[in-house]
């Protein structure tokens, strides 16, 4: 469409009008209202409670009585670290007998 010459742009322009009232016109014969072409999305809304609950939340945060939960970081055990590194010591093995170097 960005190259379209003005006649195309107004022949689209007509088209779409044709279009919409057909829609119309077929909205009034069946009973119904005319849907729009392009569809609507309506914004989500928080019920009060929730709302609440979450101002509830944020002054007990900004009060200092709880602190946001942080996650415990995982720790390797000595024989998960052993595995590992006798797998890197494996590879570079078999890069150090293929000739290649760090460098």
Known sequence: MINATPQQLRKAADLQE???SLQEELGQLLGTPAQPASPT??????????LANIRAGVRKRMAGKTKPARQAKRKFSAAGRARLAALAK??????????????
Do not use: E, H, N, P
């Open 90 to 103: 494996a590879r570079w093995a078999k890069a150090k007998r293929a000739g290649r170097s760090r460098l």
């Open 41 to 50: 999305f309506r914004k989500r809304r928080l019920s009060a409670q929730g």
């Open 18 to 20: 044709k279009i919409q």
